[in-house]
């Protein structure tokens, strides 16, 4: 068996208009352990469905609880303000694109 690159592990939302249950497939440690801590506090709404020895798991959960949030970009006044948050507060500022050029 091989290790799969980074590339390779991905995560899959399925879900059809006609069905109740949406289908999660993923590699993300992150995600497979919100996932994990779901399921086992409402298991009648999310269930393991399959886990593979490369590290994806698949879980079926009623789609009316799985929301897919948009966040926009922040505004210009928004990102001075979390830098000077950031430098009052003693945290690093990273550079972006647009600064360093």
Known sequence: MTKLSKYEKETIINWNEAE???????????????????????????????????????????????????????SEERLAAAREYAKQHGFQVLRTDKESA
């Open 20 to 74: 109740d249950t949406a289908s999660i497939y993923t590699f993300n440690a992150d995600l497979k352990r919100r996932l994990a801590e779901f399921s086992r506090k409402y298991p009648q709404l999310c269930q393991l469905e399959r886990s593979t020895t490369e590290g994806s798991v698949t879980y079926v959960m009623d789609k009316s609880r799985l929301s897919i949030r948009l966040v926009p970009p922040y």
